[in-house]
């Protein structure tokens, strides 16, 4: 009896997963199915963001791929909608693995009562999904039982949100790590205005939307908005210009002086300085919006460094004979 029940848990806990088979997303990110990854490893070979388990939802749009900015799904399980009774049961039927003997099977198709007893009802059965690249998710995975059988239009406990949704479109989301342009570029100088804005960046509007088919979809979306610029050195070496929209402008000829808004003077030599160098931090701010979401995410931010070197201008000056 015990290893009966056993290989029947077993067998249940296995088809949790979605009704459909696991098929590509649009865009740049991943298709529902088993295990949907929203934020592929990007620069460095950095950790994926959202790993959906067990989940329908698919992940989808530009701005899936890159490095991430760290933001966690708050709740890293759920319940989604699967199939109505009659199509759980024939789920349940069907999926058997091919390592349980046939005899074992056949005791497992006898322990089906719960989905049986459904069959001719109205309402949804729903399933546990999960974000595997949580820590926290198998803890709470444990806390919800496999199958919730709910009537129609209803969302039991801890079944997935829009909100949730969202959280998931946003912890996928993605902006590209910046890229410093500066003028002078090999070398400044004291007192001369040091232009910085980001090199080439792509799209500066980057999207990510989660949908669970037929039932609902969020977007989040995070357009480049401002730098931020560090000097690297404090205020009595170097002054600050911070109107920086839009990724700063781009030093051309025939700017004037009273252009420079982005970028940095420095007003003392770097010499001095660790490796001779003043180290530039650049951050580039993305704020992101929910369109239909009750709620306000903060900015995404990405930010990179720039060794610039300063040096004193020289001058020569002759004697007279």
């Avoid at 760290?70 to 709740?75: E, N, S, T």
Wanted: charged share 25%; with cysteine.
């Amino acid at each position: 009896m015990i290893g009966r029940m056993v290989v029947a848990g077993l067998v249940m806990l296995a088809s949790a997963g979605p009704l459909a088979a696991p098929s590509p997303g649009p865009g740049g990110g991943s298709g529902g199915g088993p295990q949907a990854t929203g934020s592929q490893e990007g620069e460095n070979n950095e950790k994926v963001s959202v790993t959906l388990k067990d989940s329908r939802i698919v992940v989808s749009g530009n701005g899936t791929g890159g490095k991430s900015d760290g933001y966690r799904v708050k709740r890293p399980c759920w319940y989604e909608p699967g199939g109505n009774a009659e199509e759980m049961l024939k789920k349940q039927e069907g999926s058997k693995p091919e390592w349980i003997p046939e005899t074992e099977w056949r005791r497992h198709l006898d322990d089906l009562k719960q989905f049986k007893d459904k069959v001719g009802k109205e309402g949804t059965w729903w399933t546990r999904a999960y974000n595997a690249a949580d820590p926290n998710a198998l803890s709470c995975l444990a806390g919800l039982e496999p199958y919730v059988f709910v009537p129609p239009n209803t969302t039991p406990p801890a079944g997935i949100t829009v909100r949730e949704l969202a959280d998931i479109a946003r912890a996928a989301l993605t902006v590209p790590k910046p890229k410093i342009e500066v003028n002078p570029d090999v070398k400044s100088y004291v007192n001369l205005d040091t232009w910085v804005w980001l090199g080439d960046i792509g799209p500066t509007t980057r999207s990510v939307t989660a949908t669970l088919p037929g039932v609902m979809s969020a977007t989040v979306t995070a357009t480049l908005g401002r730098l931020e610029i560090k000097s690297g050195t404090t205020k009595e070496r170097a002054d600050v210009r911070q109107d920086c929209a839009g990724g700063g402008k781009p030093y051309g000829k025939g700017k004037k002086d009273d252009e420079f808004s982005c970028g940095v003077t420095y007003r003392r030599a770097s010499a001095d300085q660790p490796r001779g160098v003043y180290t530039m931090t650049v951050t580039a701010v993305w704020p992101v919006t929910a369109p239909g979401v009750d709620f306000d995410y903060a900015p995404v931010q990405m930010s990179a460094d720039r060794d610039v070197v300063v040096g004193e201008v020289q001058s020569v000056v002759k004697g007279g004979e």
